[in-house]
């Protein structure tokens, strides 16, 4: 008890010092959960939730978070849907076509849909819905993902309705179009209340910033105290309504752990999505704790561009990044700092993403430098092996080692490692700063507020920054694309200085990418893609070190609630039992 | 007087426009925007959100349009969830001026008659558990409070819900905004009432046979109420425009978390909306406390 509260103090003290900027970072408590409160007390009507803090927008196209995805995938529902085993599978499409070329799409809607206020859903629901996000002028931050379209004369994206048809041209053949129609960017919306709301056209989101708005999906909003709570009730116009067993969905509005963990073990919830880091171990073996893999990478980025390099060639560049990479001891991360069994990264590109030919990405068919670990390093860590490999590299670029292995003083290594403030990007800048100090690298660490932080990533002050990135559908092009020279994630900064000496030549990669866009062979796809990662980590520029996994706790009891790995969570197919 | 409270309504009137042109500034000045995430925003994009909410525009015109609207009473829109400013300020701040409220009435009230109590009962059974209790409430900040209330009565006890989405106690958390001003506030009362209690004028009316508790009530309590109204002024307004630690632990949907909120998401508008109101109820508190200062005490002159 006496650890508890003291936990509890601690965690109290860190919120009133400092509030996460995130929904998805919580930091903080718990006590250990015995079997019987691993039971729901619902009666089975009511499923109490807790998922973050008040979402940003409800608007399905709007949202940018994935509390907010998560309920806009239990309000709305598109042409597809994620079912429990990652397979996007139809919901409102009844029958689609694709055309022999692969670029045109032809759906065909279920009949009699109907929007939670009685209207009919059609075709054009889409058609308005798609025009709507793709816009720029709506502001909506996913717009990207319809650069795939086709553009009409107007400027407006080629899609186009005829009663309860929809047909949609892309300009290259994307073998992930389903799956992007199961995203909460691609749900209809209903135009007369959106027009309605907003007859300026300067605040897209407006109908849907109160409860009872309309809505097409399983559930609708009924009340909202902000900051508190949100009801949903079942929505009787949802096309699958006769399976959606829970009448009420309860959700708890807060992003404090102390509350949240508290709450769940008080019984007060049925669900949450995060558990303090410190408690982790003291759940890890619970019924109720659950993992699932994610499609995302966390990975460390060096600047190219950065003073460090200055006076090398690209290639010895790429040297010292290597070396540096391999003296990184990634198990002890994962063990003592992420703590729920991630998968240890030897690519960029994680496992369990697809190919776009229907097979897995990361798998043996690929000759990867590292057979074994599939990957570009091994997955295998030895201290003194690691040290060797890494001095050797460093010597073969002309770095001299005094006798005690470390680097002389006439050669030194001295780099900044920039993060955002959080306790667990600490603890791993920390383990990184030890592993490299075994070679003697003098390894500072700079911490910044999250916003500061990623304008500096983003424009290129930094020399070695953490980051992150959780795929958006599964397929490689969207890990790969962020390394276009004109992406705004290009965080390493290829391309962006083409005269400077020690940074890789990028036009070669830019290239590349736009040939996989509009190679037509998924199986000629797959094999461009490994290429662009190879490439990619032939700089070492990112060097990755785990793939993401997430957790959640839920009731024994309750049954039927599925995460995807894009990070929606669906509730509306759940039961209690009794 | 009516000069004073008009000179005193002027001032009022410069210091929060001189907030609001620190408070602007200063926003745009820190590095990140509302409109940086992890994943980069397309130009195109950002370009529209930025013009939306006149951010394309230099920082002076900026300003400028915000003034104006402000004069026309229209707080906008939050620029991270196009929500109406108002709407949402006001909302919250009910929340938090109740819970507050409440919590300012129960320690006035009970604060001044332990205070009156330890004071006659100096060193004696009932003045020792007093000052033991205020000190140890002075001493303990609120998140301790709150979270060893929350884990005593929500947890061990199971008493109150942590949370409910059907109907959600605020008894915790205005017991925890209530104690430590209670504890304060006794302490300011036994400090006053033994101060004025050794004053001449006091000694007159006790050797004049006047009943006790009129001394009490009409010669002592009313002097020694000063140094509290003045404590009192400043606390209402700070403990009703909300806590963020307070509503953090009990979910609740104040005023206190959307203000540190709105700084680290850059939601501009947000930060404006929250810093001017907050100013505003500080300027007034101020201006309160020194009129009632008046009533209180006809010594003081308000010139």
């Keep these: ?72 995938a239990n309000s709305f529902t598109g042409l597809f849907v994620h079912g429990k085993n990652e397979k996007v ?406 391309g962006k200085d083409p005269s400077n000496p020690s940074a890789p030549e990028w036009n070669s990669y830019d290239a590349l990418i736009k040939q996989i866009y509009s190679t037509p062979d998924f199986a000629e796809r797959a094999k461009l893609m490994h290429q662009a990662e190879d490439r990619l980590m032939s700089t070492w520029a990112v060097v990755p070190l785990y793939y993401y996994n997430d957790i959640y706790m839920c009731k024994t009891n309750v049954k039927g609630i599925y995460k995807t790995k894009n990070n929606h969570i669906y509730f509306m197919y759940a039961s209690v039992d009794k | 007087m009516n000069n004073y409270v008009i000179k005193r309504i002027g001032l009022a009137i410069l210091t929060i426009v001189i907030i609001s042109i620190i408070t602007f500034f200063g926003m745009n000045a820190i590095p990140g925007g509302p409109f940086d995430s992890e994943k980069a925003t397309s130009p195109e994009v950002k370009a529209t959100l930025e013009k939306r909410y006149n951010l394309d525009k230099p920082i002076v015109q900026q300003y400028g349009i915000y003034m104006k609207n402000l004069l026309h009473g229209d707080w906008g829109v939050s620029v991270k969830t196009g929500r109406d400013i108002w709407d949402t300020m006001s909302k919250s701040f009910m929340i938090s001026a109740k819970l507050g409220g409440i919590a300012i009435i129960i320690s006035f009230i009970l604060g001044i008659i332990l205070g009156c109590l330890s004071a006659l009962t100096r060193n004696k059974l009932p003045d020792r558990l007093i000052v033991f209790f205020t000190t140890l409430m002075t001493a303990m900040p609120s998140f301790v409070l709150a979270t060893l209330l929350l884990y005593l009565f929500c947890i061990q006890l199971g008493w109150v819900a942590v949370w409910s989405a059907k109907s959600h106690s605020y008894i915790l958390p205005v017991i925890s905004l209530a104690l430590y001003p209670m504890a304060y506030i006794t302490r300011l009362t036994k400090t006053s009432m033994l101060d004025v209690l050794g004053q001449d004028y006091v000694r007159t009316a006790k050797a004049k046979g006047v009943a006790q ?15 509290v109204i003045t404590y009192l002024g400043t606390q209402i307004a700070y403990i009703i425009t909300g806590s963020l630690v307070v509503e953090n632990i009990f979910t609740i949907g104040g005023l206190g978390q959307k203000f540190v909120n709105s700084i680290t998401n850059r939601d501009y508008t947000m930060i404006m909306g929250t810093t001017l109101f907050l100013a505003i109820i500080l300027v007034i508190a101020n201006l309160i406390t020194d009129i009632a200062y008046k009533i209180v005490d006809a010594r003081i002159t308000l010139e």
């Excluded at chain 1, 930091?27 to 499923?47: P, Q, Y």
């Excluded at chain 1, 076509?97 to 759906?107: A, R």
């Excluded at chain 1, 995302?296 to 060096?302: A, H, P, R, S, W």
């Design chain 1, 89 to 494: 599978v139809p919901a409102l499409c009844k029958d689609y076509k694709i055309s022999e070329d692969g670029l045109t799409y032809t759906f065909t809607l279920k009949d009699g849909l109907k929007w939670s206020d009685n209207s009919e859903l059609t075709a054009a629901d889409f058609e308005y819905a798609w025009k709507r996000a793709a816009n720029p002028k709506t502001g909506v931050q996913y717009a990207y993902l319809f650069d795939i379209f086709a553009k009409d004369s107007d400027g407006n994206i080629n899609v186009k309705a005829d009663g309860n048809t929809l047909t949609a041209v892309l300009i290259n053949s994307c073998p992930y179009f389903l799956e992007l129609c199961a995203l909460s960017t691609f749900y209809p919306v209903p135009k007369t209340a959106v027009e309605a709301a907003d007859p300026g056209g300067t605040n897209p989101g407006a109908w849907a910033s109160e409860a009872g708005f309309v809505t097409n999906g399983a559930y609708t909003l009924q009340k909202w105290n902000h900051n508190e709570s949100m009801v949903y009730v079942k929505n009787p116009n949802f096309y699958d309504a006769a399976n959606v067993k829970v009448e009420k969905l309860e959700f708890m509005l807060s992003a404090d752990d102390t509350a949240t963990f508290s709450a769940y073990n008080a019984g007060n919830l049925d669900f949450i999505d995060s558990v303090p880091t410190d408690e982790i171990s003291t759940v890890d073996s619970n019924v109720d704790f659950k993992k699932i893999d994610q499609i995302g990478t966390y990975y460390i980025t060096f600047n190219v561009n950065a003073d460090l390099f200055k006076g090398m060639s690209a290639e010895n560049a790429a040297k010292m990044r290597q070396a540096l990479s391999i003296l990184i001891d990634r198990g002890y991360i994962i063990d003592n700092i992420a703590q729920t069994g991630q998968e240890l990264a030897t690519s960029f590109i994680p496992t369990g993403m697809s190919d776009g030919n229907g097979g897995e990405f990361k798998s043996d068919s690929y000759n990867y430098p590292d057979k074994e670990s599939k990957g570009y390093f091994s997955k295998d860590f030895d201290a003194a092996e690691a040290k060797n490999k890494a001095v050797d590299l460093l010597k073969s670029i002309g770095y001299k080692f005094d006798e005690n292995g470390k680097l002389s003083s006439e050669t030194p290594i001295n780099i900044e490692y920039t993060l955002n403030v959080n306790s667990g990007h600490q603890s791993i800048a920390e383990a990184i700063q030890s592993d490299w100090s075994a070679i003697g690298v003098n390894m500072t660490i700079k911490t910044e507020e999250w916003q500061t932080f990623g304008n500096d990533r983003r424009a290129g002050a930094f020399t070695v920054a953490r980051d992150g990135w959780n795929a958006d559908y599964s397929d490689p092009v969207n890990m790969l694309e962020m390394f276009l020279t004109s992406s705004g994630n290009n965080h390493a900064q290829f």
């Design chain 2, 213 to 227: 508790w009129k001394v009490i009530y009409k010669h002592t309590l009313r002097n020694a109420l000063i140094p």
């Design chain 1, 1 to 72: 008890m006496k650890k508890l509260i003291s936990k509890m103090l601690v965690a109290a003290l860190s919120v009133s010092m400092l509030v996460g900027c995130g929904s998805s970072q919580k930091d903080s408590v718990s006590e250990t959960v015995s079997s019987e409160s691993a039971i729901s007390k619902s009666d089975g009507s009511t499923l109490r939730i807790n998922i973050a803090s008040e979402p940003d927008y409800l608007d399905p196209a709007l949202t940018t978070t994935s509390d907010g995805g998560t309920l806009a």
